[in-house]
């Protein structure tokens, strides 16, 4: 005799329905093996008292509890809702079912009394809320303790007391439930048409007045599990996409496109279970009828605001840019250097910029880039961390629209919050098999840059290469026909310029001029930082020492008369001797660090001529 078996005869089941009892269940008899209760009127039968269960249940049997009131069941028929039950129904400390379908019933106790929910599909039931009968009285109930007809022994997964939860959040939840098995059964009906399908649901679940929260949740968990569809990211994305067009009035998908995917059974269900509002076939064929594009007026289109500036006159926010030059042009410096300036929201050359995140996506020269942060920061005296990120492990493919879809899947998983800018350094390493004079690949790659810019908000810019003149960038003309900013990076000794050769829609800024300083870390490794010039200082003869004169003679005397070549001075400490104001001191030290009378190394300077 099984130990199931033994828990039927004798005392087992009695004990087994005094717990129950204890619990402030009310037990009901049932034959053994049998799910049908013994007796008439079962259904109004209370036990009063422990002697009473004691002597009913002292014989071989079945336990099962009454449903009603504010005792109920959700009975998870399809192994598609036990899967996704956990990430619908509240936890429960009373659980139990079959071998074959373990944890199939969940008890719940709930604030008044509920008619009992069937969730049926395709001639299955997934699921059901079993409580009252549907005419409102007692009459049902479910079996906890014994053995099943088929032979099976009901066992319990947690034996404790039902979880309280309101009716109506049970009902809500059951009903989302339901929609989720329901899209998780039909997915495969949608093979290639996927993000269609998505757009479609979410244009659907938002004409109906589904609360955007709920049907992100539902797509969601009906796809990311056991493999149904690893862009289940994409798919929710798309939801909130449709959601977005519903709002503002533009075209979207919905109805007319899940029935003709999914058939007109599982549209009549998702309506009913969720409650959607009606909208008839022709309301939502008109919907999807939409134009796709909108034509505007003159004064629409004269109305339009000028785009906002990550960096005034160099970056728009959301944009997309192109920084090109031949090696050795500094190409990762600058741009390393405008990026922390937006990470930090610190002014660039005067210019006004706009505070944010930015992921900077290294494709080359990794082992030693991170010096180039580094020297940028001890050059400025800034310390810590900035906050930027940086991703180095392998850059993203950029014309693979499942690559792209990774790379936004691992920034929405490392919660780096709404970014600014996301740089890719460089292009060619994003472009591993992309024929560059290909019109028809480069416009891949393109879409992969906007899939990125629509999806994060950011502004994306491209580190590439000229070609072997340094004339013009490498590639098809599609790749600068397609940005709204190109800078040609080029070197002439130790002079950097950055040229503005595109700025759609705002006028060209003059070119910047850097010269090329080095600076050196306490452990002897170097870098390079870009520090900004005039063009007059770079076409100007640097003066001798004692040419000096104004700002520029004291601040020179005061570090040569302090401070020797081997100690050197921080900024703080000489413009403390020299007696300068503030912007008179570093305006008259910038010319002498680019005359080469300073050194400037790990945050100190030192005299090297007098």
């Keep these: 005799m099984t130990a199931g078996a033994a828990s039927l005869n004798g005392t087992g089941q009695a004990n087994r329905a005094l717990e129950l009892f204890a619990r402030g269940l009310d037990p009901v008899l049932c034959a053994e093996g049998e799910k049908t209760p013994i007796g008439n009127g079962w259904q109004d039968i209370r036990y009063a008292s422990e002697g009473e269960v004691a002597e009913a249940f002292a014989g071989p049997c079945n336990i099962g509890i009454l449903l009603g009131d504010n005792v109920v069941d959700i009975d998870l028929d399809h192994a598609f809702a036990r899967r996704l039950a956990p990430h619908f129904l509240p936890p429960t400390e009373l659980k139990h079912g079959r071998p074959n379908s373990p944890g199939s019933h969940r008890w719940y106790r709930i604030d008044g009394a509920t008619p009992t929910k069937k969730y049926q599909f395709d001639k299955l039931m997934l699921l059901e809320l079993r409580a009252n009968r549907t005419d409102g009285g007692r009459g049902l109930q479910t079996i906890i303790s014994g053995r099943h007809p088929s032979g099976e022994y009901y066992q319990m997964e947690a034996d404790g007391d039902p979880a309280e939860v309101t009716n109506a959040e049970l009902n809500k939840q059951c009903a989302d439930l339901a929609a989720a098995t329901l899209l998780r059964m039909c997915w495969s009906k949608v093979q290639g048409e996927r993000h269609d399908a998505a757009l479609a649901i979410g244009g659907m679940f938002a004409r109906g007045g589904l609360d955007q929260s709920r049907a992100e949740k539902i797509i969601e968990h009906a796809l990311r599990h056991d493999g149904v569809d690893e862009e289940w990211g994409d798919r929710k994305r798309a939801v909130a996409d449709s959601y977005r067009a519903v709002a503002k009035g533009d075209r979207a998908t919905g109805t007319p496109t899940v029935a003709r995917m999914f058939g007109d059974e599982a549209v009549r269900c998702l309506r009913d279970w969720l409650g959607l509002a009606q909208v008839t076939d022709q309301e939502a064929e008109e919907e999807e009828s939409k134009p796709r594009f909108r034509i505007l007026t003159d004064s629409e289109i004269e109305s339009r605001e000028p785009p906002e500036m990550l960096v005034d006159d160099i970056m728009p926010a ?114 591993v098999g992309v024929e560059e004079n290909s019109a028809t690949d480069m416009g891949k790659l393109i879409a992969g840059c906007d899939l990125i810019r629509r999806e994060t908000g950011a502004a994306v810019w491209l580190i590439h290469h000229s070609n072997k003149l340094g004339q013009r960038e490498r590639g098809s003309s599609a790749l ?129 001529g007098a």
């Design 318 to 431: 959301g944009g997309l840019g192109l920084l090109y030059g031949l090696p050795g042009a500094l190409k990762s410096f600058w741009m390393v250097a405008i990026a922390l300036h937006i990470q930090t929201g610190r002014q660039y050359l005067g210019r006004r910029v706009r505070q944010g995140n930015i992921l900077y996506t290294i494709g080359e020269g990794v082992s030693q880039f991170g010096r180039r942060p580094a020297a940028f920061k001890a050059w400025n005296g800034i310390e810590g961390d900035t906050g930027a990120s940086w991703l180095t492990d392998t850059p993203v493919q950029l014309a693979d629209p499942a690559d792209t879809r990774a790379y936004l899947r691992t920034i929405e998983s490392a919660g780096l919050g709404e970014l600014s800018l996301v740089v890719m350094d460089t292009l060619a390493r994003s472009a």
């Design 480 to 608: 600068t026909g397609a940005m709204d900013t190109i800078i040609k990076a080029s070197v002439d000794g130790d002079v950097v310029t950055l040229k503005a050769e595109k700025q759609k829609d705002l006028g060209p800024f003059d070119d910047l001029l850097f010269r090329k300083k080095v600076v050196e870390f306490d452990t002897g490794a170097t870098s390079l930082v870009l520090d900004p010039v005039s063009r007059d200082e770079v076409t100007a003869k640097p003066p001798s020492p004692d040419k000096l004169d104004g700002n520029r003679r004291i601040a020179f005397d005061a570090l040569t008369e302090h401070f020797d070549s081997e100690t050197g001075a921080t900024a703080s400490e000489w413009r403390a001797v020299s007696t300068l104001a503030e912007r008179s001191f570093f305006s008259a030290i910038k010319p002498l660090k680019l005359w080469g009378f300073v050194r400037f190394q790990n945050r100190r300077y030192f005299p090297i």
